[in-house]
């Protein structure tokens, strides 16, 4: 049974707690704070692993290797210009999209697993 809490949109954009909604899920870019400032609850169990990053990484090269594809069939750019371009626009997008999809997953293990009782 799924428990309620803050709205899953809420938890990945403002990086809050996935019970209250209120305080902050992170301590720090990507540590989790070992509990929520406004309602106790206790982050330290919720650990997501390498998820997010896969989940980030899976779609970010095939996007990568289409573009720089596509940019290659239309401008026929110098080489120098894609070992610019891809590794900054790689970096870029995994690192504004790796917390909140972190946070995401956070609010699903919150909301679909027994964490606290798991930690007994």
């Given at each position: 049974m799924p428990k309620s809490?803050?709205?899953?949109?809420?938890?990945?954009?403002?990086?809050?707690?996935?019970?209250?909604?209120?305080?902050?899920?992170?301590?720090?870019?990507?540590?989790?704070?070992p509990a929520c400032g406004h309602c106790g609850l206790k982050l330290v169990g919720h650990d997501t692993g390498d998820?997010?990053?896969?989940?980030?990484?899976?779609?970010?090269?095939?996007?990568?290797?289409?573009?720089?594809?596509?940019?290659?069939?239309?401008?026929?750019?110098?080489?120098?210009?894609?070992?610019?371009?891809?590794p900054l626009f790689i970096a870029a997008v995994a690192g504004f999209t790796l917390r909140p999809v972190k946070a995401i997953m956070i609010a699903l293990q919150y909301r679909y697993r027994d964490v606290e009782r798991e930690e007994k």
């Open positions: 809490g803050a709205p899953i949109l809420l938890v990945a954009l403002k990086g809050r707690c996935p019970r209250c909604g209120i305080g902050p899920l992170f301590d720090g870019y990507l540590r989790v704070a998820g997010p990053a896969f989940f980030i990484m899976m779609p970010l090269c095939i996007l990568t290797a289409v573009s720089a594809l596509l940019l290659e069939l239309k401008v026929e750019p110098p080489l120098w210009v894609h070992m610019v371009v891809w």
